[in-house]
């Protein structure tokens, strides 16, 4: 790991100061300590002895020290090079590299945390191959797989550890807790996260991986001890912040995220987060300007920032007895698809020729507080690069009259969807017919006692069947209090000519159930994954939504906007085709719209996307029928216990500013009586978690009218 010039003779500084003192004491006791009268009492007193002083030892001559009272700190260092005049010594940049993996439930799924694990260690190997220091900010959820998940099997290619540990051992990243944004909402908080990690990797810092910068309560927690939630008697006291973002960054707003570069102590929350307190408890190592990765981040890239700040330094416009800081953010989209690995080495491939120069160095954070303390003797800077926006003086510019509030409140909605199949045969045998509408009564009847709502989307064979046979099941549907769909089962086979011809596709089923349920009670559609624009299709068609998200729609999109390039057409064809999408829960659960499908952004018009999917009732243990015999995967409360697990996840993480919704398929085959017991577990956990306020039943199509209704102008 490079380190500067100046680290270096700090530290041989340091070590005869040690040797010359150990020597000076030794044959002789030591006197008993007695507890000095507190400092804001009285005047420092210079005949204080040395380490009666609290801080006394920890490289910055602050508060009540002084020369005689705390020589380690505060009596005159031999001269060290000149940062000022044009013979000075230049201070590097100091860059951190800091990845991050959020709380994303899948981690804690046994059967898809290898795969991760795996991608978690190729990445590793890249930033091996850079040299750079390495910060890996972690949320619960992967200490949890980490914890739960490790085989020796696995652990037999990692020396015997966790992954977590032997990153930290063997490639050195130091190990941070993390909440994605800094935002403390949900069932565990920083302390229960630092706490968990601890129990993952001894190696865990003190570092707090991202926090709100204008929420003072959480400021307070974290600088005064913060008790955890999931460990109420564990209170954690860290020593650094890193990365303050704004309460905005939580609805996709990253213009008020801090941008400035340096070291201090923050006085408090909002304005005085720029304010140094030099007795503050807890340091703060600015990121400077980061827009990288084409997001919404105002400012210049990183290499951009530590190019203007080095020539700074080098011309002398900026203030070389400060020391400036750099972050580089990777999100865990980033670490977890190799085809998006380039994107950082583009970026370390600018930032080369500062580090093969010595105008910048790569350190770990832990390592730039101890560089700040020992060779700037803790002198703090605040810096904002010109033209760079003051983030608390944006949030004052946005006043009520130009920023109208945000609205709160917005619900959950907890959906189901149950396909009556292309391949059923009810159209040509009365007997399976018979049989199907028997299993919907029993559903239908099992619902209501629990106050659920099903949805039933039916393909061309079942809709045929209930004309042809004299009895209207969907509109029995209807009549029960549920909601109806057409289920497209078309366009993945065969690939249509055109979207006019898979428009006509879906028209023919929408018709079909047009007649049986009126349309205004057929506004949806499920399937319908193709190479061809699928949205287009449902527009033309007439539609008003889309649920059911699969991977077979990624289909109808280019490469570049697939998860990863592994997402060819034979991989989503043969395997991927019914995996969930996209892919990231956190963008699933928000219903928005699409005006093609040529990408999951949401547009400003077009048909409603509402997936929501947490997976089929009878598989969430195993992750997908695919993963069971026969496709056949045993139905027991543990699949019920999951998705509980799931739904309070969720709660957790939503923007209460947005509709957000989970969707639960039930295959037909479910609604027997001998899975009575299993299904009124379910029915009963989410009867629970509706009276708690946590969810509210809903059709689809009462989705699609929240969602109308929310987003009023």
Sequence with gaps: MPHSKFYTLALVLSLIIIVALTACGSGSKSPEPTLPVPAETRPPSPTETWGSIPGCGDGICEGPENAGNCPSDCEKKPATPARTGEDSVIPPVYITLAGHIEDVPIYTNCKAYPNYRTKLLQFAEVILGTGA?????????FFTGASECETESMKSNTGGRNVIDYLASEYGFQIDPHQEGGWEEGADNYADIRFFGNTVTPAISENV??????????????????????????????????????????????????????????????????????????VYIGPGE????????????????VRYVAEGLRNGTLDRNKMYTASIAIPQGIIFDPGEHRKLLDLLDELKPLIDSGQAVYVTYSEAVDIWRQEYGGDPNIFFAEGAQIPYEAANRQSAADQPPVKKGASLYLTTMTHMEQSFTDDKSEDVFLMHVQQLRYALALANEYGARLTIESEIPFSRACKKWGLNMMQEVIDSGHGAGTHCDVGFGYTPSSVAELGRLYMDRKQLMDDLVGAENNRGYSGGGSSVDWILAGKYAGFDYKDGGVGMLYLSMPVENRPGPEWTDDYIRSEAYHD??????????????????????????????SSGSIG????????????????????????????????????????RSRIAKVDVYIPLKLFDKKNEATLQIFFEEMRSLQEKGTVIWATQGQVFDAFTEWNVE
């Design 580 to 609: 969930a999408a996209p892919v990231n829960l956190e963008d699933r659960i928000y219903p928005f719209l699409m005006a093609d499908a040529r990408d999951f952004e949401p547009d400003d018009e077009g048909i409603l996307f």
């Design 133 to 141: 220091a390495f910060n890996l900010q972690i949320e619960y959820e």
């Design 209 to 282: 991986g991202g926090l709100v910068w204008n929420d003072a309560e959480q400021f307070t927690r974290l600088s005064e001890g913060e008790t955890g939630r999931l460990y109420p008697d564990f209170t954690w006291e860290p020593e650094v912040l890193t990365l303050a973002v704004s309460l905005k960054h939580h609805l996709g707003d990253f213009s008020m995220d801090d941008s400035s570069s340096g070291i201090w102590k923050p006085k408090g929350a909002d304005e005085d987060f720029w304010v140094h307190d030099p007795n503050g408890s807890i």
């Design 616 to 655: 089929g009732l009878d598989s969430m243990v195993e992750g997908s029928p695919g993963e069971c015999p026969g496709g056949n995967c045993v139905f027991n409360s543990q699949d019920i216990e999951v998705i509980v697990k799931l739904i309070e996840e969720v709660d957790r993480i939503r923007d």
């Design 290 to 305: 980061h827009g990288n990765w084409g997001s919404k981040t105002p400012g210049r890239s990183t290499p951009e920032f």
